[in-house]
């Protein structure tokens, strides 16, 4: 009778699951596979609003009241770019009210003199200053180079397909098709001497989480009043098999009174990634130039 009951029990019990693998896809050789497509957006600003002090994310009803003055904000600053139909609007990311996670405050720390000068002559407000020639306007207008050290969320959609070997990860943004190769080789920085315009980047592996610090800025640009000496790390590890968590610290004591984290997810996306150049034939430069001029002969 007690044979027919462990009998009668091994039928009726369902039979353990095999196990399942975990953790992220991997290479060949053993990391986190990141290749492929990643797109990431976001309509969270930068630095928490000083209307939503203290609140760190939104309710749905709160996001949709407080996104309705964005998207409009956004859509007046594109018109400005010549027009506003090339972007898409999109929604807070995870509710938050800024991609800066700290300080807990969601602010940029306070600005040294030194970083709120190169916020003013460097940054955004370069666009509000007068041109007489190209040469007076931000390097993203005349498609010297895009934005891509670090990697910051705005409200346009950015794509970039990611590329790795054994000792190297190759980033190329669809955003001015910027380029950006890191090696993984333990291979030394540059001299100090040796300044670029997106400085100089070395990676290794923390685990699975990609560690990416770069250095070594030529100051010609800027990230709201960052210098030279600047110091970005990014860190990049799976959260899912579709997600990217993604997240920086800038250290900068010339420019801040101490270092700042964003955070934001990257997400697997379709390709390919299309070449985005200036070329001959674009007149959108001397076109904006000309409105200048037409503007200035119009005021009294």
Excluded at 3 to 17: D, E, I, K, N, Q
Excluded at 182 to 204: E, F, M
Aim: charge should be negative; hydrophobic fraction near 35%; charged fraction near 25%.
């Amino acid at each position: 009778m007690r044979r027919m009951s462990l009998v009668g029990l091994l039928l009726f019990t369902p039979l353990a699951a095999p196990a399942q693998e975990s953790g992220p896809p991997r290479t060949p050789w053993g990391t986190p596979d990141l290749s492929g497509y990643w797109e990431y957006r976001s309509t969270t600003p930068l630095q928490r609003p000083a209307a939503l002090a203290g609140k760190a994310v939104l309710t749905p009803a709160e996001e949709a009241e407080y996104l309705t003055e964005r998207h409009a904000a956004i859509g007046r600053e594109r018109d400005l770019q010549l027009n506003a139909d090339w972007w898409q609007p999109g929604g807070l990311t995870d509710g938050r009210t800024s991609l800066i996670v700290d300080p807990p405050d969601g602010r940029l720390p306070e600005r040294t003199a030194a970083g709120a000068e190169r916020a003013r002559t460097l940054g955004i407000a370069i666009r509000l200053r007068s041109a007489d020639g190209p040469e007076d306007r931000e390097r993203y207008e005349r498609c010297i180079m895009g934005r891509t050290v670090p990697l910051l969320a705005v409200s346009p959609n950015r794509l970039a397909q990611i590329f790795q070997t054994p000792d190297h990860v190759a980033i190329l943004h669809e955003q001015n098709s910027d380029l950006r190769i890191v090696p993984l080789d333990g291979r030394p920085a540059p001299p100090a001497s040796i300044r670029q315009w997106q400085g100089s980047s070395r990676a290794r592996w923390e685990g699975d989480t990609l560690v990416v610090e770069t250095g070594g800025f030529n100051g010609a640009w800027t990230v709201q009043g960052s210098g030279p000496d600047a110091r970005y790390v990014e860190r990049i590890r799976f959260s899912d098999a579709d997600t990217l968590h993604y997240e920086f610290t800038a250290h900068d004591p010339d420019s801040f009174a101490g270092p700042w984290t964003v955070m934001f997810p990257i997400t697997r996306a379709g390709g390919p990634v299309f070449e985005n150049a200036c070329h001959e034939g674009n007149y959108s430069m001397p076109l904006i130039l000309r409105g200048a001029r037409a503007q200035e002969r119009e005021r009294p």
